[in-house]
């Protein structure tokens, strides 16, 4: 063997693999007529929130299943079962993220075939979920109120990786500056293709429109 | 904060190739990193010196180039520049249509190993 330096051509995306397990999830998935949906968003912004009146809205109609991801707590899986419907904890250990093999193990602890949705909950942070595949066929992330407007400005890829926004904290926005129509054209020039919601799931303003979204959702996937 | 899992992954492909390669040791790691990623090159190299300890790509050199982010004019095809901190609208250049759509910018690839 010579001592020289030689290259080699790699040309390998470093997320590959985990987008291929991602890939093969949304499939069987879809064979088993599931719907996945991935919900980030900081801590505190409503992600229990809104699944705890998603759970409300939907459970007469829709058979709902929830994937907490937490790096290492309880606490949202009880409140989800204490809201009536199948949930596990998926506990990341330290880890800020969860990618598409944790999210097949934890799916390993739902009965996948009564499910028409299953809602994961990500870890609370807007940057590194935004980097990993997790296999959902939808992403949903929520920015409250209280965060600010600025924060499409801050987070870019997050923001440009979901199909829906849910505008939480609604009934704040007359104790702040948050400039709505600022922060919409902030985040439509990262993705234009993207929904707002607004909504207050304090009050339940907006909400309605939140569960027709995913009403439709589950209707066209033939539910 | 996801610094860990992205350099494990990249230390992972490297050493991969390495073995397949048969190589003594890799130099440096030739990477594609979108603007929008948010990982600095100092810690992405400092992460990468404590996890390679040991192995074939102890100490390789993480040479880095940052691809920027772009937008592309549905309606002409333009290429140009995007600037994610700024309020700047998305304005074609070219046929001034705001129908633009990001197309670079995100993710992480690796080129080619310096290898001995």
Known sequence: ?223 | MHELPVIEKILKVALDHAVKHRVKRVLAIHLEVGELSDLEDQWMQHYFDHLSEGGRAEKARLVIERIPARLQCTQCGEIFPFAAASDESNVCPVCVTGDCRLIAGKGYFIKNLEVL
């Open chain 1, 1 to 223: 063997m010579s001592d020289e330096i030689r290259l080699i051509e790699v040309k390998e995306e470093i997320f590959a693999d985990n987008r291929k397990v991602a890939d093969d999830l949304r499939k069987r998935l879809q064979k088993e007529r599931t719907l996945l949906l991935n919900l980030m968003a900081s801590p505190g912004a409503g992600k229990t929130s809104l699944i705890v009146k998603t759970i409300a809205g939907l459970s007469n109609e829709i058979r709902l299943g929830v994937v907490e991801a937490d790096i290492d707590s309880m606490v949202d899986a009880e409140t989800v079962v204490k809201a009536g419907v199948p949930a596990v904890q998926l506990r990341t250990g330290g880890f800020c993220h969860v990618d598409a093999s944790m999210v097949n193990k934890g799916l390993e602890g739902l009965d996948i075939k009564d499910l028409d949705l299953v809602i994961l909950e990500n870890v609370g942070n807007l940057v590194c979920p935004a980097e990993f595949d997790t296999g959902a066929h939808r992403n949903v992330m929520i920015l409250s109120v209280p965060e600010g407007d600025d924060k499409p400005l801050k987070y870019p890829l997050m923001f440009s990786i979901c199909d829906v926004l849910i505008v939480n904290k609604i009934d704040y926005m007359d104790f702040s500056d948050f400039d709505i129509e600022k922060m919409r054209s902030r985040v439509l020039r990262l993705n234009p293709d993207i929904e707002i919601i607004p909504v207050s799931c304090k009050s339940g303003a907006g909400i309605e429109n939140w569960l027709d979204w995913l009403r439709s959702l589950i209707s066209d996937q033939g539910g």
